[in-house]
């Protein structure tokens, strides 16, 4: 059989596969509109549909449009995504929409070179948004549609490694079908790895590419592709300073880059010494209440935080450093704090006879003001030797 002939013959089993079994009722599925696709594709990016929807439905209600997302303060869109995870792809969303509006007059651009030129869009991100929204006929390669091909084929190796990567691009982009097919078909390969070619357990009797399978075959389905080499992550540990005035706590925003870049979180040292001055400039007399350890994975390390409560006695001065904040515990729930300190607060300094709930649609901003005006203590300073 001719590369060619091969190549129609799987594209053409998507396809008719995608019309019978495929997912076609997600929320960013009804209409074509190129904001909708690339926001539901920015989202999707190492996170489960099931997991996207919610956040995608409220972000939509906030954020109808392109100019309604530029426009809004980056404050409002990271609380929005908090609990998402990978928050620079939120910071990535807003600066790509202000570029959208100010250089594109806000309508997207859907040729790939110019999409993958845009904060936070890379080549198999341009290309679904392309295929969906104009029928382009350019590949994707996400983690899912790797599985598909890296099995289908028998590719050794693990996908991420740049020769790997190279074979299975190559492989896709011999594979598209006519354009008339293209969003069909890019939908399909998605669903299909989501839901048939799963990493565990495939339901191979339910694929539309079991004939052709090499991985099915040669019985070596569970083998590919080839997973990448584990290593320990390193681990980490830092203090963080649960500051407690009136119903208020004591936040600090994080640096716009790194780690929950641009959100609020406990102000974090890299010793209980450091963590104990900033304690003694906001009480000069600190009682400090070490809390259990809180244990958080990131990508490339594990953190274990280590919290020491301090419930202040005297009315703190006003805080003069920009990136401290007193909260009123009752927002806690819609400003934008990374999930695990959430969780903190939730636990441990919630006010009495209040509820955690579910973050809702509105996003309320860290307020820049003390909790009250009398009192002569020190203001807290932001230290320097903050860990992440």
């Not at 936040?251 to 102000?267: D, E, F, K, M, S």
């Not at 300094?349 to 009398?374: H, K, N, W």
């Amino acid at each position: 059989m001719s590369a060619p002939r091969a190549g129609r013959t799987f594209a053409a089993r998507i396809v008719a596969w995608q019309a019978a079994h495929g997912r076609k009722d997600l929320p960013w599925q009804v209409n074509r509109d190129p904001y909708r696709i690339w926001l539901s594709e920015v989202m999707l990016q190492q996170t489960q549909v099931a997991t996207v929807v919610p956040y995608f439905t409220r972000f939509c209600e906030r954020f109808p449009n392109v100019e309604a997302l530029a426009a809004a303060p980056l404050t409002d869109v990271l609380s929005l995504w908090a609990g998402l995870g990978y928050y620079a792809r939120a910071r990535n969303l807003h600066a790509c929409a202000k570029q959208v509006v100010e250089r594109f007059g806000s309508r997207f651009p859907l040729n790939t070179s110019v999409l993958t030129g845009l904060p936070g869009i890379g080549r198999s991100t341009a290309a679904a948004i392309a295929a969906f929204c104009a029928n382009a006929r350019v590949p994707i390669l996400d983690g899912n549609v790797k599985r598909v091909l890296a099995r289908h084929f028998s590719v050794e190796g693990n996908p991420s490694q740049a020769r790997v990567e190279r074979l299975l691009w190559d492989k896709a982009a011999s594979l598209l079908p006519p354009k008339s097919d293209m969003a069909a078909y890019t939908q399909g390969l998605m669903d299909l790895g989501a839901t048939v070619c799963t990493r565990r357990a495939p339901k191979c009797g339910a694929c539309p590419l079991r004939r052709s399978c090499i991985a099915k075959e040669t019985g070596r389905v569970e083998q590919l592709p080839a997973a990448r080499v584990r290593r320990s992550l390193p681990s980490r540990r830092a203090w963080a300073l649960l500051a407690l005035h009136e119903n208020r706590v004591l936040l600090q925003q994080r640096a716009p880059a790194g780690v929950w870049g641009g959100l609020y979180a406990l102000p974090q040292f890299t010793s209980a010494a450091a963590l104990r001055r900033a304690a003694s400039a906001i009480d000069c007399r600190p009682r400090l209440q070490a809390l259990p350890p809180r244990l958080h994975a990131f990508t490339h390390f594990s953190l274990t935080l280590l919290p020491m409560r301090l419930d202040v006695r005297a009315p703190p001065q006003a805080l003069h450093e920009s990136d401290l904040v007193w909260l009123p515990l009752e927002h806690i729930d819609t400003a934008p704090l990374p999930a695990p300190v959430l969780s903190l607060l939730r636990e441990t300094a919630r006010p009495a006879g209040t509820a955690a709930t579910d973050r809702p649609v509105a996003a309320s901003r860290p307020e820049r003001r003390q909790p009250s005006s009398s009192g002569s203590t020190p203001s807290a300073t932001r230290k320097r030797d903050t860990m992440l």
